[in-house]
């Protein structure tokens, strides 16, 4: 049974910096075990659901959405079957309910509708 479990939103000021962290069970981050593709994704408000930053197994890279370029950075932790989201300068506009998504098909993408399973959310507030 896979299960997706994210944390660490919270309220910060403009400019300031939180860790957003995906611990998944039954799902390995082990490339050698399973292949897989991670997303982490935001819902403000009124809006839908926007990718912000992704990571495959296949090659290992990192991608990244206009809004997440230069201010933030995903990375994983297999042994601790965790992928992280590191967030820096944060604006107002980044309010928003963070999710972690994974599928076991690489490559990573954008669109929600690829990936199976999805954490609960973590909440970002920004304030200004």
């Known amino acids: 049974d896979v299960q997706l479990q994210a944390s660490g939103g919270g309220l910060v000021q403009a400019g300031g910096s939180l860790r957003l962290s995906c611990i998944t069970s039954g799902f390995s981050l082990h490339d050698y075990l399973n292949t897989y593709a991670i997303g982490w994704f935001r819902q403000a408000p009124g809006k839908g659901r926007e990718g912000i930053s992704c990571?495959?197994?296949?090659?290992?890279?990192?991608y990244y959405t206009g809004s997440a370029k230069g201010r933030f950075t995903i990375s994983s932790d297999a042994a601790k079957n965790t992928v992280y989201l590191q967030m820096n300068d944060l604006k107002p506009e980044d309010t928003a309910v963070y999710y972690c998504?994974?599928?076991?098909?690489?490559?990573?993408?954008?669109?929600?509708?690829?990936?199976?399973?999805w954490g609960q959310g973590t909440l970002v507030t920004v304030s200004s």
């Open positions: 990571i495959g197994s296949t090659d290992r890279s990192q």
């Open positions: 998504a994974a599928d076991y098909r690489p490559p990573c993408t954008f669109e929600p509708d690829w990936y199976e399973f």
